[in-house]
């Protein structure tokens, strides 16, 4: 399967506790990206990296929310102190980004779905 | 600033019925993206379309079509012959042009075709 991955699937957990999600883009894509869709929304922009650099956070991404792409390959969302507003479903996406042939497709992962109890 | 807008909470037709999901968008910039992705009870999004805004002309795929309207900001997506496969959740969304190509997502309209 040469298509994005994310893990876990699915991560239930008690609020206070700290999770961690990992996104595996398309072997080639330099660009990554982190949504969150909360239920009956349409998804939201948190974060994007450009290789390994993280060049935009959204106001969504609180203190306790951080991003990682060590390397320019896979990345992690790791979510400290969860708090039951946290209980969501985390997409990550990845392209090629911008480049002399115009805009790159996104193309999504199957997301994490994180429950807070 | 940018907004999508998908009046339709949810629709409900009767399979080989046609079916039209609106979308209304807000932008300041003359160069943006509109798409159309579809979210099936797997929860994938699968991207359907990506219109540049210099481009209006409509366009057909198969059973789906895409009207730009530039003048009304409207990008409305028609499901001709729908089929209970197509039951799924459709978000309408906008990417401006040199901001970084994040994406803006409508809540979406969730569709249910019924056999």
């Known amino acids: 399967d040469t298509g994005v991955s994310q893990n876990p699937r699915h991560k239930i957990t008690k609020r206070g506790q700290n999770v961690t999600f990992r996104c595996d883009p398309i072997?080639?894509?330099?660009?990554l990206y982190w949504y969150r869709q909360t239920l009956g929304q349409g998804p939201e922009f948190l974060t994007y990296?450009?290789?390994?650099?993280?060049?935009?956070k959204s106001r969504l991404l609180s203190d306790r929310f951080s991003a990682e792409r060590p390397k320019g390959s896979f990345s992690t969302l790791e979510i400290q102190r969860t708090e039951q507003g946290d209980s969501a479903m985390y997409l990550c996406?990845?392209?090629?980004?911008?480049?002399?042939?115009?805009?790159?497709?996104?193309?999504f992962g199957p997301g994490t779905r994180l429950t807070v109890l | 600033a940018q907004k999508v807008t998908q009046a339709q909470t949810e629709i409900s037709v009767v399979e080989k019925e046609d079916v039209t999901l609106d979308c209304v968008y807000e932008?300041?910039?003359?160069?943006?993206?509109l798409f159309w992705y579809k979210q099936p009870p797997s929860g994938e999004l699968v991207f359907l379309i990506r219109?540049?805004?210099?481009?209006?002309q409509n366009e057909i795929s198969g059973r789906y079509s895409w009207n730009f309207q530039k003048s009304t900001s409207s990008f409305n997506f028609t499901i001709t012959a729908s089929q209970v496969v197509d039951s799924a959740v459709y978000f309408c969304?906008?990417?401006?042009?040199?901001?970084?190509?994040?994406?803006?997502f409508g809540k979406g309209t969730r569709l249910h075709i019924l056999p």
């Open positions: 996406a990845s392209s090629l980004g911008q480049g002399p042939g115009g805009y790159y497709e996104q193309f």
């Open positions: 990296f450009q290789n390994e650099a993280q060049l935009e």
């Open positions: 969304a906008l990417s401006e042009l040199g901001r970084d190509d994040k994406i803006i």
């Open positions: 219109r540049n805004s210099f481009d209006e």
């Open positions: 072997s080639e894509h330099n660009r």
């Open positions: 932008t300041r910039d003359t160069t943006y993206y």
